[in-house]
Structure formats: structure tokens, C-alpha cells
């Protein structure tokens, strides 16, 4: 989630809300988004935004999309690189709080992969260990407990005094 001068700035399929960010701005009426919208330079990345295609899946990008009406958010969603050219329009200080906020983004991300990376070896450590205790608790359960209850019982058997009679039999009368 993207939060600039404590404004959530909303989003609708990967795209960023530009009203949002022009309240984020402090809602200058000369830097609405239909007036960046309207600009030539805007309109030239626009052009080259969607021209450029995704090499990976040939898909192709989506500069900005504008919600009128419905029950759904209203307004203009634009692509990051919109963002970025909207803060430079805005002004220096804007644009450098926008690039902050995407660089700790970048980094939140970045510390949380980590974490999942960590999280990710621990368990393949914890789940190697088990398979072994598993092994173990197998070949110990079939082969080495009941070698040692013989050999228990075998011990308890060599424990007991044995009692050898002596005594009257039919060949001594």
C-alpha cells in the first residue's frame, strides 16, 4: 500500500489513484489530474508507456484508466511511471516524498523476501530433521526395540535363581 504525507493512495488493478495523490499534494486546483492529464508531455508518455510491451508475456501496458460512475472507486488510476511524472509536475518536495515512498516499499518488500528466503530454510532444515527422526523412529520401532526386549528378557531369564532339588527320588528308596 502506497502512503504519501500520511494519504493512502488507493489502487485498482495495479494502478495508482491520481486524486489521491492530488489530495496527498494538498489539492491545488491548478494541479488537478485533468489538467496533467490535458498536457502534451503527459500524453507523449502515455503513448510510449502503452507503445512499450512486456517482453516477458507480450502483454501490453496499461498507462492509466478513468472510473466514472458506478458503485466502484471513481476516478484516474495511472501506472507508476504516471506517478512519477505527476510528482515532478507537482513540485520537487512532492516528488521527492513519492520517491521515498515507493523506495520504502521497495524495501519493505525487499526485507520481507528475505524474511520468506530465512523462514523458507528453517523449515527445510526442521523438515529434513524430521524425515531423519521419522527414519529413525521406523528402523527403532521394527528392529532395534524388539532386539532390545529380547535381550531384556533374556537377561531377566539369566536373573532368576534357579532351584535345583535334591532330594528324594525312586532310586535312592
Not at 61 to 75: C, D, E
Request: charged letters at 20%.
Amino acid at each position: 500500500m502506497l502512503t504519501i504525507s500520511n494519504s493512502t493512495i488507493g489502487m485498482k488493478d495495479g494502478l495508482y489513484s491520481l486524486n489521491d495523490l492530488h489530495r496527498a499534494s494538498g489539492s491545488n486546483k491548478k494541479h488537478k489530474p485533468a489538467n496533467f492529464m490535458r498536457l502534451e508531455n503527459t500524453k507523449s508518455l502515455i503513448s510510449e508507456i502503452e507503445r512499450c510491451s512486456d517482453m516477458s508475456n507480450g502483454a501490453k501496458s496499461i498507462a492509466y484508466n478513468t472510473v466514472q460512475g458506478g458503485n466502484s472507486q471513481q476516478g484516474t488510476f495511472v501506472c507508476r511511471e504516471l506517478v512519477y511524472s505527476y510528482a515532478m509536475w507537482i513540485s520537487p518536495r512532492f516528488q521527492l516524498l513519492v520517491i521515498r515512498a515507493f523506495d520504502a516499499i521497495a524495501n519493505q518488500q525487499t526485507a520481507l523476501s528475505q524474511r520468506l528466503n530465512d523462514l523458507c530454510h528453517d523449515l527445510k532444515i526442521v523438515d529434513d530433521g524430521l524425515t531423519s527422526a521419522g527414519r529413525f523412529l521406523c528402523v527403532g520401532g521394527k528392529q532395534i526395540k524388539p532386539q532390545l526386549k529380547q535381550q531384556i528378557d533374556s537377561t531377566l531369564k539369566q536373573m532368576q535363581p534357579s532351584l535345583n532339588f535334591v532330594g528324594d527320588t525312586d532310586s535312592e528308596k
